[in-house]
């Protein structure tokens, strides 16, 4: 008798830590702004991969690059092609991802030589910083394969501490990734910015 006492109240007990732990985890999605419109953006400077930026939001968030002195030449695949020095072009992918490759919760950067590169960049210091997470560590890109090797392409990570999925807001706000790659600068914008 004692034991069938003792088995239903662990049951119950059971029971209400699942149905508590079920209910009290249930985080709401939160609002995010509206993407600003492709032309409104480049009045201020800035251009975006694709034009519904937010699309892939919380599994990925592209940064926006500030076009600087006039930097910025197209859209290849999932890159912004860039001017690099005077007659050298690169491609520059940078934003957030909840998973990349090996890599969880992540803001990264890949840099690749393109087929107008004129400048090897295997041997070119390269710096990636966010200004809220500091210095990106470069690591092996996550396929090593022939295009990989071509375009010379390097891969910097920041690994960020996430509470839940949407604490990715609060760690991007006001955030710039700042790549500096031999002395030559490019600006990538959290895609949650505010024009004034």
Request: proline share 6%.
């Amino acid at each position: 008798m004692k034991i069938q006492k003792i088995i239903r109240f662990l049951t119950s007990l059971i029971i209400l830590t699942l149905i508590s732990c079920s209910t009290g985890s249930k985080i709401n999605k939160p609002e995010t702004k509206p993407e600003i419109p492709t032309p409104i953006l480049k009045d201020n400077g800035i251009v975006t991969i694709i034009p519904n930026y937010k699309s892939r939001y919380f599994r990925s968030m592209p940064y926006l690059l500030k076009n600087k002195h006039g930097i910025y030449n197209q859209i290849q695949g999932d890159f912004y092609n860039v001017k690099f020095n005077t007659n050298s072009n690169l491609n520059i992918s940078a934003g957030y991802w909840n998973r990349y490759g090996p890599h969880k919760n992540s803001l990264t950067v890949l840099i690749a030589m393109t087929g107008t590169s004129t400048i090897p960049i295997k041997n070119i210091p390269i710096v990636v910083k966010s200004n809220k997470h500091g210095i990106f560590e470069k690591t092996t890109t996550i396929t090593n394969s022939d295009i990989d090797r071509i375009q010379q392409r390097v891969l910097f990570v920041k690994p960020l501490e996430l509470e839940n999925p949407y604490d990715i807001l609060n760690k991007i706000h006001d955030d710039v990734i700042t790549v500096t790659i031999g002395g030559q600068v490019y600006e990538f914008i959290n895609p949650e910015l505010e024009l004034h």
